[in-house]
């Protein structure tokens, strides 16, 4: 299994960024997957969820700002991150159960 | 929402020490607590699911016990490759939620 996030970097307040993650070693499409984050030194709050029948769930936090979806035909998993604030600044990781990427590191600030 | 506590938020013990850290939801979350642990630099690494078992290739020098609210993460012996951050998450009921963490450091 592996999961390889990617798509991050520095943006300013306000603006949108769109994370992906490639998966490989697993059928992808038969599985839930996670965004999760970690603000510098803190500690992991879970961010979305989607199911293999792509239903979604948020955190109230990025609920209606943050968007997770999927392509099982590219083994992909995205979230995409509009009106972003500073306090999205974080590392954000990609996860199955069980299995985690390396995370993309997402920077909010003018 | 589901607020988990990690107790104690520090841990000083040293190689070959048993250790035990504990995590307590507000409300009920039958079996569905996760244990992770996470070393400077990495991703958070699955040690325990679902209360007491043990994620493949992880030693049984690991486990979990705990049940409802309270929940604990026992280490036999600890070894020089055990110290870091120690992640609860419950599962049970969205939105999920992570314990702050345990940090493990050398005595």
């Known amino acids: 299994v592996q999961l390889v996030e990617s798509g991050g970097g520095l943006v300013q307040p306000g603006k949108s960024l769109k994370l992906s993650c490639s998966a490989s070693?697993?059928?992808?499409?038969?599985?839930?997957m996670h965004w999760i984050r970690q603000a510098p030194g803190k500690g992991l709050d879970w961010v979305a969820y989607?199911?293999?029948?792509?239903?979604?769930v948020y955190a109230d936090a990025v609920k209606g700002r943050f968007t997770i979806s999927r392509d099982n035909a590219k083994n992909t998993l995205y979230l995409q991150l509009n009106s972003l604030k500073s306090e999205d600044t974080a590392i954000y990781y990609c996860?199955?159960?069980?299995?985690w990427g390396q995370g993309v590191m997402v920077t909010v600030s003018s | 929402d589901i607020q988990m506590t990690q107790s104690p938020s520090v841990l000083s013990a040293s190689v070959g020490d048993r250790v035990t850290l504990n995590c307590k939801a507000s409300?009920?979350?039958?079996?569905?607590l996760n244990w992770y642990q996470q070393k400077l630099g990495e991703a958070p690494k699955l040690l325990i699911y679902?209360?007491?078992n043990l994620q493949t290739g992880i030693p049984s020098r690991f486990s979990g016990s705990g049940s409802g609210t309270d929940f604990t993460l026992t280490i036999s012996s600890l070894q020089p490759e055990d110290f870091a951050t120690y992640f609860c998450?419950?599962?049970?009921?969205?939105?999920?939620?992570f314990g702050s963490g345990t940090k493990l450091e050398i005595k």
């Open positions: 996860a199955r159960t069980g299995y």
């Open positions: 070693g697993f059928t992808f499409s038969s599985y839930g």
């Open positions: 989607i199911s293999s029948s792509s239903g979604t």
């Open positions: 409300q009920n979350i039958n079996k569905y």
């Open positions: 679902n209360t007491n």
């Open positions: 998450f419950q599962h049970n009921s969205w939105p999920l939620t």
